[in-house]
């Protein structure tokens, strides 16, 4: 469904990666590896399309993605470094604007949501109230919530305790075992059960690598 071909990406008017091609079906989930400054987080602003890309291709069920960006963005849900809510709303407001974006409100599925994050009880406080990390779950239950075929997560798992790992390494499963796409970048280690990840490496600025 995702196709990159010869993907290559600079910044500063230093080469991060070139020659990077790969294709990301339905079921798939694939971890973007690299060191510090080798372009992850680059290569994920530019698959949301929020980044130009310097060389190659986007493909999108075998179209362009110049051809198809509205379809696209129907599609994609991207979650960056920033939490990306607004702070002067509550945890459940947040969601209810974020529901109502797709048109569709079920106060339920909110509470199911926050209840796989660990915010029940911080449903009705202000997200200026809360700590980053409690804020980043705001953000991650929209997981619980979204549609969209193809998920693009920065560091999906920072400021989460074990058991908050698990429980949306669980849902990262499920999305792929219905056909969903998860794409992501993370410097915690994923807990052993997600066996299923792919890896593509961003090795150097002339080559990248694909494995598992």
Same mark, same amino acid.
């Given at each position: ?28 989930? #694939? ?86 994050v ?6 009705? #406080? ?32 920072t400021?989460?305790?074990?058991q ?9 499963e ?39």
């Open positions: 469904m995702l196709a990159i071909h010869n993907l290559a990406c600079v910044r500063d008017d230093r080469p991060l990666f070139s020659g990077l091609n790969d294709e990301i079906g339905p079921g798939h989930w #694939v971890q973007i590896e690299g060191a510090n400054g080798a372009g992850k987080t680059s290569l994920l602003r530019i698959l949301a399309g929020l980044a130009p890309l310097d060389d190659g291709e986007i493909r999108w069920r075998q179209r362009p993605l110049r051809q198809c960006r509205s379809d696209y963005y129907r599609e994609l849900l991207y979650i960056g470094h920033q939490a990306g809510i607004k702070a002067a709303l509550t945890p459940w407001e947040n969601l209810l604007f974020y529901q109502g974006i797709n048109g569709a409100r079920h106060d339920a599925d909110i509470g199911r949501a926050l209840e796989q660990g915010l029940l009880g911080y449903e009705d #406080v202000r997200a200026a109230g809360l700590s980053a990390g409690q804020q980043r779950r705001i953000a991650l239950a929209r997981l619980w919530l979204t549609p969209a075929t193809l998920w693009i997560l920065d560091e999906p798992l400021a989460l305790d074990l908050g790992a698990k429980a949306l390494t669980r849902q990262f499920q999305h792929c075992a219905t056909g969903g796409m998860v794409i992501l970048t993370t410097h915690q280690p994923l807990p052993l059960s997600a066996s299923r990840v792919r890896k593509i490496a961003l090795d150097t600025a002339e080559t990248a690598s694909c494995s598992g």
